[in-house]
C-alpha cells in the first residue's frame, strides 16, 4: 500500500496537468479570438443586393472604356468611422471590389464623408463635395443621424428630392444607402419607418437603393454573427469587416446593374406591378 501511495504521489502534479490540458483543448486562443471576424461568411444572397434600377451612365461609361468617378457622400458610415484606417472605409474598399470586377477600367471612388451630418447638412455642400467632382455614379448614404437623433423627417422627402434633383441635373446614376442594422439604431421606435421612408422615396423616384440595412440584418438573423463582429464597440458603428463586406456586396450590386440588360431593366418594373 506504501508502494502504491507514493506512486500515486508521484503521478498526481502529471494528471492535474493533463486534465487542465483537457480543459482547454478546443478553446481559442487570442490569436484565434482576433482573427474570428475574418473566419465570417460574407456571401449574402444577389436578390437581397440587386438594385431595382439600372445603372445607364455607368453603362455607357464601361462600354466606351472611358474613366469613371464614383462619389461617395454620406455621414460618418461613409467617413469611416469605426474603421482601423481610411484604407478600410467602406468606399475605398468598394474600390478594390470595382476594380476586381472591371480589372482593365479606370474607376476613381471619392470618399465625401462627413460624421455626424443629417441631410440639410449635406446639401449644403453637394455643389462642392458631389457637383464639382462631376461624378458619374453616386453613392448616397443617409438617414441614420436624424434617427438616432429622434429628428423625424417631415417634409416627404422633399429635401432628398432636391439632392437627386442636383445629382440628376449632373448627368450622374444615384444608388442611395439607408442605415445600418446596428443596436443604437434598432432600439429607435422609428427604425424601420426610416428604412421604409427611404425605400419609398427611391421607389417614387426611380432610382437605385442598396438595402444596407436588410444586408445587416442577415447578418445576424440568418448568419448568427454575434454584433460584435460587424458592429464597433460604440454599438453604432461599423467595423473593417463590415466595411469590407458591405463594399463586396455593393461593388456586385453595381456591377450587375451597369452590365444589366436594358430590356430587362425596362420589364421589370412592370412584373413588379402585376403582382
Known amino acids: 500500500m506504501q508502494a502504491a501511495d507514493l506512486a500515486y504521489r508521484a503521478v498526481k502534479p502529471f494528471v492535474f496537468f493533463a486534465f487542465l490540458a483537457n480543459l482547454f483543448v478546443g478553446l481559442p486562443t487570442p490569436s484565434q479570438a482576433d482573427t ?13 443586393l440587386r438594385l431595382t434600377n439600372p445603372l445607364s451612365r455607368l453603362s455607357h461609361k464601361l462600354a466606351a472604356n472611358e ?10 458610415s461613409t467617413a469611416g468611422a469605426g474603421a482601423s484606417s481610411a484604407s478600410a472605409t ?11 470586377h472591371f480589372p482593365s477600367r479606370t474607376i476613381k471612388v471619392i470618399n465625401r464623408g462627413v460624421g455626424g451630418e443629417e441631410i440639410p447638412d449635406m446639401l449644403k455642400r453637394f455643389d ?29 422627402g422633399a429635401a432628398i428630392r432636391v439632392g437627386l434633383k442636383k445629382i440628376r441635373a ?24 426610416m428604412v421604409q421612408f427611404i425605400a419609398t422615396v427611391a421607389k417614387e423616384e426611380g432610382v437605385a437603393l442598396f438595402r444596407r440595412y436588410d444586408v ?29 463586406c458591405m463594399a463586396k456586396g455593393l461593388g456586385q450590386a453595381i456591377a450587375e446593374a ?3 440588360p ?14
Open 258 to 260: 451597369a452590365q444589366r
Open 170 to 193: 449632373a448627368g450622374a446614376d444615384i444608388v442611395l444607402i439607408d442605415p445600418q442594422f446596428a443596436p443604437k439604431v434598432n432600439v429607435k421606435p422609428d427604425a424601420l419607418h
Open 90 to 100: 467602406y468606399p475605398s474598399r468598394l474600390a478594390a471590389e470595382l476594380k476586381r
Open 67 to 76: 474613366p469613371i468617378t464614383i462619389v461617395a457622400i454620406g455621414s460618418s
Open 216 to 244: 445587416m440584418k442577415r447578418w445576424r438573423e440568418v448568419d448568427r454573427l454575434p454584433f460584435k463582429i460587424f458592429v464597433a464597440a460604440d454599438g453604432l458603428h461599423m467595423n473593417d469587416w463590415s466595411y469590407a
Open 128 to 156: 462642392e463635395a458631389v457637383v464639382a467632382n462631376k461624378p458619374d455614379l453616386v453613392l448616397w448614404q443617409l438617414g441614420t443621424n436624424a434617427l438616432i437623433r429622434d429628428h423625424r423627417i417631415t417634409d416627404r
Open 36 to 48: 474570428e471576424p475574418a473566419r465570417a461568411k460574407c456571401d449574402a444572397p444577389l436578390d437581397l
Open 262 to 275: 436594358v430590356m430587362s431593366a425596362k420589364v421589370m418594373p412592370q412584373a413588379d406591378n402585376e403582382e
